[in-house]
């Protein structure tokens, strides 16, 4: 029992060191306090406001009371240990197993440390070289991100989705959200991804390389992340071609904004009316704006250039083949599978936590 205490207290001291680093108190604190004002009656009197809150207090919760329930069950095992009950220590030793597994998860949860690593994600796709090959390459992505999410459990929202002329989508962008890290985990999507195959849309059956970009984005619904200068946007109306019958068709619901700085340019026509639309557009704007930041290590807005990373031969972070042979290898961890069809089936798993490694090594 004496060792068993050991372990625990060990254990309790590595825990403590954590939470400090983490500063997990503090923030905890913090989410008791937006706790309080969720309880007054007047707390939903500014529903903007109230909701910033409550997702505020929800990522708090998320992060950091795991971290406060493993402290509890530690300090538990400590003084259960210290009974010097023989008769306990089976007991106490697998729950001491289980508590030291837990508590290695959550220490691999401590290289999310980014500004926008608990973010939820927008993640966008865009048919590059290839074609009609390309086109339908970016729908069997797309179909691979969706299939991981819902493999996880967390919630996807199709955003805005253009259909390719014979095959596939020229581009697509949905909302990932509801879960843990989710910015953190997906930022080593990032990127061009390269199909080789025979090609199903050529006559003559011949191999066929394509690609098609991957953006991942951080979800950035408060303008206090990200200022943008109303002189740096022009934003245009159009008609919308969504979904929704005539009345969405003949009005012009759908936005265009431009940021001119950067050339970047954000269109949306998936919401009903024009100011949803311009909203959303804004929000993804900031996000673009946000991730490209973090790209070129740039401190102001003012020092970011626009993009230009094409997705075409030179540019891949990773490459599916499946033909000649079976492989998928991520150029940037070195990671290799030849089962590719459970990966573009959603099985992704592998490859992030590969690039987290290196990326974390790095």
């Known amino acids: 029992m004496e060792e068993l205490k050991k372990r625990a207290e060990k254990l309790l001291h590595d825990i403590n060191s954590a939470m400090t680093e983490l500063g997990a108190d503090m923030a905890l604190q913090t989410r008791d306090e937006i706790r309080k004002k969720m ?70 949860e401590l290289r999310f440390q980014g500004p926008y690593d608990d973010h939820d994600v927008i993640l966008s796709i865009h048919a590059g070289a ?6 339908d390459w970016a729908q069997m992505l797309l179909r691979m991100y969706v299939r991981w999410a819902e493999s996880q459990g967390l919630k996807v ?9 014979e095959a596939g989508i020229k581009s697509a962008t949905i909302e990932i959200s509801n879960g843990q890290f989710l910015y953190g985990k997906l930022a080593g999507e990032h990127g061009v991804h390269r199909l080789v195959r025979l090609s199903p849309f050529n006559a003559d059956h011949l191999r066929q390389t394509s690609f098609a970009k991957v953006e991942i ?9 990200l200022q ?16 929704g019958g005539q009345s969405v068709n003949t009005t012009d619901s759908a936005v265009r904004v431009t940021h001119l700085p950067t050339g970047i340019v954000v269109s949306m026509q998936n919401e009903r009316s024009q100011l949803q639309n311009k909203e959303t557009a ?26 230009n990373q094409s997705a075409e ?7 599916y083949v499946l033909h000649p042979y079976k492989q998928v290898k991520d150029n940037r961890s070195g990671y290799e599978s030849s089962d590719v069809e459970k990966v573009l089936d959603g099985n992704l798993d592998p490859l992030i936590t590969a690039w987290l490694e290196q990326n974390s090594v790095n």
């Not at 929202?157 to 002329?165: I, L, N, R, V, Y």
């Not at 943008?228 to 979904?243: A, M, N, P, Q, Y």
């Open 157 to 165: 929202k199709t955003m805005d989705q253009s259909a390719g002329e």
């Open 217 to 225: 984005l951080p979800v950035t619904d408060k303008p206090g992340e």
């Open 130 to 135: 290839g074609g009609t090959d390309a086109q």
């Open 228 to 243: 943008l200068d109303e002189k740096d946007l022009r934003i245009d109306v159009f008609r919308s071609g969504g979904h």
């Open 39 to 108: 309880n007054e009656p007047d707390f939903w009197a500014s529903p903007l406001e109230a909701q910033e809150e409550s997702k505020h207090e929800s990522r708090l919760t998320k992060k950091y009371e795991p971290w406060q329930d493993i402290k509890k069950s530690v300090q538990d095992l400590v003084e259960l240990a210290s009974l010097n009950d023989s008769s306990m220590q089976t007991e106490l030793s697998g729950q001491l197993d289980q508590t030291e597994k837990k508590y290695s998860e959550l220490k691999r």
């Open 282 to 307: 804004l929000n993804i704007l900031r996000s673009k704006l946000i991730q490209l930041q973090l790209e070129q290590h740039a401190k102001s807005l003012a020092d970011i250039k626009g993009p």
């Open 313 to 319: 031969w030179g540019n891949q972070i990773r490459s």
